[in-house]
């Protein structure tokens, strides 16, 4: 990612995330579901109605770099006192050029600062994408994905989903789901019907055998 574009991004995440009295104001203790992350969720127009009735918050922000949810878990989770969180961040350092080990350190530390405050909440880190606008470090995205799906096999509460295999066809990725920047999604696209597709089954069945709820509940 060019510095500009970095500068850019780094805007929007000052801009978004100065009214955190009124993300504190609005969470009333939810207790749901929160995804928290960067643009491929805030960009999810229809996640409340593709997961219906489960009770879903989207607290995602454009731009964010896995740093950003560290600095602002106090902000973006804490309120919310989530029972499960769905999380996607990593794609924007992977595009800053970060290697895998800071992305895995910072992403590992995020859980374990929600883990100290809330034990029992169940977070399911989800895969970076292989967006065409980073083909030549997808060996990066791959060892991140794959070191976070070791990890969620051996810490607790800790759970992994790979949305990439609605990326490709036959091994040919679907270009036409991206807009021309190449990482995002075209609105009109079935990208996140298909998401969702493969996200509410995980959630329902553990939203329904009561993960994320303190023990003796």
Known sequence: MNISRRIALAAIVMVAVAPAAIFAAE???????????????????????QMAPLPVLNRAIAGTVTQD???????LVFPYKPRIIVYYCGSNDVGAGDVAAPILAR???F?????????????????IMKAPDKRDRWD???????????????ARNVGF??????????????ENLFL?????FRPESSAYAEFAAVVKPILTKAWDSGVGLPKGN
């Open 180 to 184: 021309p920047d190449q990482l995002h």
């Open 107 to 109: 992403t590992k530390r």
């Open 27 to 49: 969470s009333s203790s939810n207790q749901g579901i929160l995804f928290v992350g960067s643009s491929i969720f805030q960009f999810w127009r229809h996640l409340d109605e």
């Open 69 to 75: 949810q560290l600095d602002r878990v106090n902000q």
């Open 161 to 174: 989903i790979d949305l990439n295999p609605v990326l490709f066809d036959h091994g040919t990725l679907r």
């Open 111 to 127: 859980i374990e600062v929600v883990h100290e405050k809330f034990p029992e909440t169940f977070i399911y880190y989800t895969a």
């Open 140 to 154: 990066i995205v791959e060892e991140v994905n794959r070191e976070m799906e070791r990890y969620s096999h051996q």
